[in-house]
């Protein structure tokens, strides 16, 4: 079990290590927050709707479901999703981006850095399952444990530059990079 990220990039947050808004770390953005309908789970443009549409013929009928579920609490039908969704475009974050991972690549081990450094830069980079990040994961738990000359904060650090180096290459190859985090 654990808390992934999808969308552009894809990946699973490090467990005890990385917090799901960790891309704030990054760059200067807000994540957007969503609201699904109680019952049918649809996503709910509050500002904008009053019941699901595509679910219900009227706010009566999406209210007595909601309330056979036992889950009516003053007149709201909706309830803030567990995910949070980052747009971040090239044009506004893409700079600040590479200062920070500049930033953080001086604070962690030179060791690691080369092995992202000689990461091939290609589509795989875009989901960490492909196995591009294994050979830093192994050295990585190499390091830390047969040595233990690398900090909790310096892991932390890693974890951040990981998910920066993701999107920094999308943002190599398209102006635009949505992630969407669970919670």
Not at 59 to 75: S, T, W
């Amino acid at each position: 079990m654990g808390r992934y990220y999808h969308g552009d990039i894809e990946g699973k947050f490090w467990n005890c290590v990385q917090e799901s808004n960790d891309i704030e770390n990054l760059i200067n953005i807000e994540s957007n927050k969503y609201y699904t309908w109680k019952v049918c789970g649809c996503i709910a443009e509050i500002k904008i709707d009053n019941y699901c549409y595509n679910c219900y013929e009227n706010y009566e009928d999406h209210i007595k479901d909601v309330i056979y579920e036992e889950d009516y609490e003053d007149g709201i039908i909706y309830c803030e999703d567990e995910s949070l969704e980052y747009f971040i475009n090239k044009e506004e974050h893409y700079e600040e981006l590479k200062i920070n991972m500049n930033l953080i690549s001086e604070k962690i081990p030179k060791e690691i850095i080369t092995d992202f450094n000689n990461i091939e830069k290609n589509y795989k980079i875009l989901n960490t399952s492909s196995g591009v990040f294994n050979n830093i994961i192994e050295n990585i738990y190499n390091y830390y444990y047969d040595s233990e000359k690398i900090s909790n904060e310096q892991i932390e650090l890693i974890a951040r530059y990981n998910l920066g180096f993701q999107i920094e290459y999308c943002l190599s190859i398209n102006d635009f990079c949505n992630v969407y985090c669970e919670y």
